[in-house]
């Protein structure tokens, strides 16, 4: 009787059981997702803040040389300031994101919000010194926003897609970029002050820019959470065979088994008798007296199972049923030590952070400025005043459409081969303009070229420098990068503007172009090692 009460009671094992390793597998129906809700916001941002940023970038080499009567010294030197100045301050910004426990976007909103209110300050800067200071705080700005708004991108990605996730950012951000320019170019057309309009409307479009990362945009610790929702999405919970939910057939107070128990009456089957105790100290097992499976700690025989006591567990504990146990509580993570400038400049002793970081300065010192290559094109096709605004359209439109194929190249064929190919790029179009070939062609091969170097470098850099800083400073570790890199390219637009005004563009050209292929023959054999850092997004 008791057999056979027990057979009618006892719970099946469900059918649709998944195994550990059918779990794992992702769900049928679902994709994987690729990119993380925080890089799509933050790419939102960079849009907007992009068309506010590109409006006085295309007319500002103009408003200067042409508007203001400024020499090519004194623009290089506001040029090196306006890309530059933010190296000083990438660092401190850095170091604030990643000491403030997640106030990554809190530090970049304060870098948005001084870029935006410098734009209509131009407005009243007549003069070489006004103008720098109002472009040094833009910049300042800038360098506040930049680290922690690419620390968020790399947490809230995987390692796998981290390129794609920058690849896809700079495309959004690169949209702005050319929109940027030809709202410009209308502005001048259909207004008599058209510098003092650009300047407002920029304004304007800067401010909707910050509104949108306040609202939108979460902040450090929810982008790692959005980073694990990424990861986990088309792909079941592993959990342990046995039971439907993965459960303990003791912390259910029920046999999992699917044999019966019995009373004081014989084993059914070959098992022995009653009275006889398995190895396990409990009683018989039942049919062909198999071990416990460990997946549902249940016996493998068909039969029933007996034991002096009465109805037991067959799950080699001897324990009858009974209330569920209280849970053991987890042991409470220890704090992580809290991020100082001295550990964000101790990153510079990783051999492979170091070598990212000598080569992108290597670099930057032969990287001549966007606002010198569209003067250099201005002057070598004859494009007329009106027409300069739409320059950059031509960089922004190549670096939009080869910014994500590009990303996805370096994650598969390597960064590194990437990002010294760009300067390849760069190297190519410094060719075209020194070479005597002329025309519309000639024009949009540079653009070409141009866009493609900022493609393959901009986002490609920053997942490199990724992969060799730990979480808990990324923002400093990305910040070290960028700082060396602004600084050389600082330097690069005082020297070549003061060689433009000694010997003339075409030599200070040559003399960039050289200074470029033997840094990327030097990039070449820094190449950095393997990361010796886990490169995660999450920790």
Request: one cysteine or more.
């Amino acid at each position: 009787m008791y057999v056979a009460d027990s057979r009618a009671v006892a719970p099946e094992a469900p059918a649709t059981t998944p195994s550990a390793d059918s779990a794992a597998r992702p769900r049928a129906g679902r994709r994987r997702a690729a990119v993380a809700p925080t890089v799509l916001a933050l790419g939102t941002v960079s849009l907007i803040t992009d068309v506010s940023s590109e409006m006085v970038t295309a007319v500002l080499p103009l408003y200067l040389v042409a508007g203001l009567g400024l020499s090519p010294l004194g623009f290089g030197l506001l040029d090196g300031i306006y890309n530059g100045f933010s190296a000083l301050v990438r660092l401190v910004g850095g170091h604030l994101a990643d000491r403030g426990g997640g106030r990554h976007k809190w530090v970049a909103g304060a870098g948005y919000a001084l870029s935006a209110a410098c734009k209509p300050l131009l407005l009243v800067a007549q003069t070489l010194t006004p103008i720098g200071l109002v472009l040094a705080a833009d910049r300042t700005g800038k360098g506040l926003r930049t680290a922690p708004r690419d620390a968020l991108i790399s947490l809230s990605s995987t390692p796998e897609n981290r390129g794609r996730a920058f690849g896809v950012h700079r495309a959004m951000d690169t949209a702005g970029a050319l929109l940027g320019p030809l709202v410009a170019f209308l502005i001048l057309r259909a207004t008599v002050d058209g510098y003092d309009a650009v300047f407002m409307v920029s304004f304007c479009v800067a401010v909707v820019g910050v509104l949108v990362l306040v609202l939108f945009v979460p902040g450090g610790a929810a982008a790692q959470a959005g980073a694990a929702r990424v990861s986990d999405t088309g792909a079941g919970a592993v959990r342990p065979s046995g039971t439907g939910a993965g459960v303990r057939p003791s912390d259910t107070g029920a046999c999992a088994g699917s044999g019966a128990m019995s009373g004081p009456a014989s084993d059914s089957g070959s098992g022995p008798a009653y009275g006889s105790r398995s190895e396990s100290g409990v009683g018989s097992k039942s049919g062909s007296g198999a071990e416990p499976d460990p997946g549902t700690g249940t016996g493998a025989g068909a039969g029933a199972s007996s034991g002096p006591a009465g109805l037991e567990c067959a799950t080699g504990t001897g324990a009858p049923a009974g209330p569920a146990p209280a849970p053991r509580p987890r042991p409470r993570p220890r704090p992580r030590p809290r991020p100082t400038l001295r550990a964000a400049l101790a990153l510079l002793h990783r051999p492979e952070l170091r070598r990212i970081a000598a080569c992108a300065l290597l670099l930057g010192l032969a990287t001549v400025s966007d606002s010198f290559v569209f003067l250099l094109l201005q002057r070598r096709l004859g494009v007329p005043d009106r027409w300069f605004a739409l320059l950059p359209l031509g960089t922004a439109a190549a670096f939009l459409l080869l910014a994500v194929p590009l990303g996805r190249l370096a994650d598969r064929a390597g960064r590194w081969r990437v990002f010294v190919g760009g300067h390849g790029a760069l190297l190519l179009a410094y060719a075209l303009l020194l070479s005597s070939w002329q025309g519309k062609a000639a024009a949009c091969a540079v653009l070409l070229l141009h866009g493609g170097f900022y493609a393959a470098t901009d986002g490609v850099l920053m997942a490199a420098a990724s992969d060799s800083v730990p979480s808990e400073l990324r923002s400093s570790g990305l910040a070290l990068v960028q700082t060396g890199q602004a600084l050389a390219r600082f330097v690069c637009s005082l020297g070549f503007g003061a060689a433009w005004t000694a010997w003339g563009d075409r030599t200070a050209l040559t003399a960039s172009a050289v200074l470029l292929a033997l840094c990327a023959v030097l990039a070449l054999g820094l190449r950095p090692i393997r990361p010796s850092v886990p490169s995660e997004g999450l920790v």
